[in-house]
């Protein structure tokens, strides 16, 4: 190992670990002993209850279906404020973090009435039958508000830092606008979507305060994972609750390892023989 | 191909690049646009590409105006100064991307057919798995010229090709790029900054300044008949010497030379260092030495000839100097513009 | 003849898809977050600006408030030290371990605030490992402000160092050493070298950590308790106030909140005009390699 000419190593990482360990890893290895001292059978006939089970579906379902409208208009806007010149596109640029900003269950009670039967757009959509207060439809929004600016802010350098020259090698070979599009621009954005993907999934997936206003929040049916391990815990459920959070970090932990691996599939190209 | 430039001008905002251009590039030739940085040999590179429209005048291709034709119509084969390899492709995956998206249908073995030949012509066979980061500068360069030539490009278009390359990298990849050339048969232009690269590598050289064409023609006329100063200075290492000119005799201090053709008045006189002799006594402008440099194929000497002036010239490597000697200075060639 | 400039268009550069792509945005973004901004506003005011000062003024809402900014006051600046603390240790050194410390770090950003407030119930709750031990000494953890404090470190532990680490490691440690070379000591080092030259990302850094402790709500409810008056803070009491039919007052606590948002995403974009919050770009490998490389 190389030898340091800088001080403070001791310091600053004593500070640093102290600090992981008790604020980070404790809590955590807390969780997990709780969870694991319910026994295999006792926590399996918590984490698989239909009503769990139900909530992990509605959970997932309704991630996805955020994730999935964001990936698409996350790139969309991306594309809009990176290729494009139009008034207003700054600010624009400056509310898309809005979502992080704003507390999420001042996001929660603005989309609740909105959204509401008689709120401004839910007025709009009650003629046709579509409501979205109260039922998936409203965690899916919740869902995606909150986890909207990831895919946008992991893009958006990338694709401002996308040599021209690729593009113009690519129209001088004879491409077209869509050949160039799918062969070359997207996959190299490929890396930077993928983080988004993955940063705007577990985000969706961990979301409890801005769903639970607009959710409804009934068991088997509008009911969210984080919201049925709280609901133990007000109970004094306190193993249940365990379990539940341990679902929700083992869950977390996937997700990370997943995105790296793709990550590392996607960026393969670089490595060097 | 046979390509025509016809007044062809370029404006960026308010600066124009390229004012009023006309070149004819005949079928098959390598021609070289050389320029200082700004003289807008880029510019007309990237026109004659379709990477630029021009504001006025007319490309064409053979008979047929191209002016209009956007890039990916117009069947040009364009080799960027960074080469712009698409990373996340193999090399021969970069290689078959033009016939990939081409119009005209190929079979897969046709273009895995074609991309191994050009692997090969390229020199890089067996390393078609291999991605553009894995690869050194002068192979990415090679790769990069692969691509362009996969589509049986009716031109051939460089932008400064070896500029990113090490010295001796650079050399080589230009006598290459030279048998390349001569084995297709294809119409290139190229640009430059480097006037050896130019003149070692070009059939004829365009010299561009400030967005107009200096002077046109192969590299021996360039040479020996720079048309202007900027063309004497541009082209290598140049002394300018002060001098009056009357009645068809230039006086240089106490020394006089024929000038027939010049007209009386101030006039700059350049020499190439080759030009001038040494002896250490007898006829000539005496001269200071001043330093002697060592080089592999001689000694180059700085010397003051009366008057201040600082002048530059070469001996063999034998010939004993040494800064503080007072000798004379004999022109064996020189050429003469008005001041 | 003056000459037309005519560009050479780009992909997507189309009139029909540039119309159809900025229209379908600027739709979708108004619809989903601008009108929650809207909303806030005219839902606050909705019955008028004494109802909006009446509730403002109400001793619950002012000691949420006491609370919201006292546990930003504690967990802020902790936060801030530790994330210079880490971002010097993971940046000026080697060290076995290093890239796991950092995974580690990033961890609160990918988990739920929820199974946060969990966790900390079973360190200092009374089921949890050391709630018996605080209990006999009568030290209060949950339900209380260090609880409070606590939880929105957890949530919020990764957004300084996150911001200083990037940058640090683009810096290098060549102006440090060149520094101690010249006989400073590591504190002078730090505080002359290091910190100008990370100041705009550190303050970065702090601002979003300080939105998001202010906005906390999911890891807080479960650990403090939401006793009315005494142990909620702002978004909790917009809750509180919510679910007890009271929408008005709600959205009136709630526009404190959102202003803070604007404000903070005013003081964002000044930052990144410094220069902060560029990340470089995830993938740097998707540009051209320089050339010249070794093969």
Redesign the interface.
Known sequence: MKRNVLPGLPLSLGITLFYVALIVVLPLAALVVKAASLGPAEYWAIVSSPRAVASYRVTVLSALVATAFNLVFGLALAWVLVRYRFPGRRIIDAIVDLPFALPTAVAGIALTTLFASNGWFGALLAPFGIKVAYTPLGIMVAMCFTSLPFIVRTVQPVLEDL?P??E?????????DS??FV??IL??LIPALLAGLSLSFARSLGEFGAIIFIAGNQPMETEITALLAFIRLEEYDYQAAAAIASVLLITAFLMLAATNLLQARALR????? | MKIRLDQV?K?FDTFRAVHGVSLEIESGQLVALLGPSGSGKTTILRMV?????A??GHIYFGDQDATDI?????G???V??????????TLAENIA??M????TKRSKTEIATRVLELLRLVKLEGLGD????????G??QRVALA??L??DPKVLLLDEPFG???ANVRRDLRRWLREIHDELGITTLFVTHDQEEALDLADRVVILDQGRVVQEGTPAEVCREPNSAFVMRFLGDANRITATVRDGRAYIGETVMDAPSSSDGPIDIYLRPGDIDWRPDGNGIPATIVRVLDRPGGRRVLANVEGGTALEFDVPPETDVRSGQLGRLQIKRSRLYPA | ?I??????PRVGDGPIIRRVLIGTTLFFGAILVLAPLIVIAVEAFGQGVKAYAATIAHPDTRHAIFMTVATALIAVPVNTAFGLAAAWAITKFDFWGRRALLVVIEIPFSISPIVAGVAYLFVYGLQGLFGPMLEAADIKILFALPGIVLASMFVTAPFVARELIPLMQAQGRDLEEAATSLGASGWRTFFSVTLPNVKWALLYGVVLCNARVMGEFGAVSVVSGNIRGQTNTLPLHIELLYHDYQAAGAFAAASILATLAVVTIIAKVALERRGAGRRPALAA?????K?????
Request: proline share 8%; no cysteine.
């Open positions: 040599d020259a690729l113009e090698a690519a129209q001088s070979l004879g491409g077209s050949a160039i062969r070359v996959p190299l190209y670089t490595a060097r023989s | 001008v404006t590409a379709g990477l630029e429209y504001d006025g956007p890039v990916r119509d117009r040009v084969g364009f960027f100064q960074h080469y712009a390899l698409f990373p996340h492709m991307f033009g990939k998206v081409s119009k291999r991605f553009p980061g894995q690869i050194s500068g192979q990415r691509r362009a996969a589509v990113a390359l090490d | 003849m000459p037309t400039r005519r560009k050479l490998a998707t540009n051209e390699p050339a010249g490389n070794r093969p």
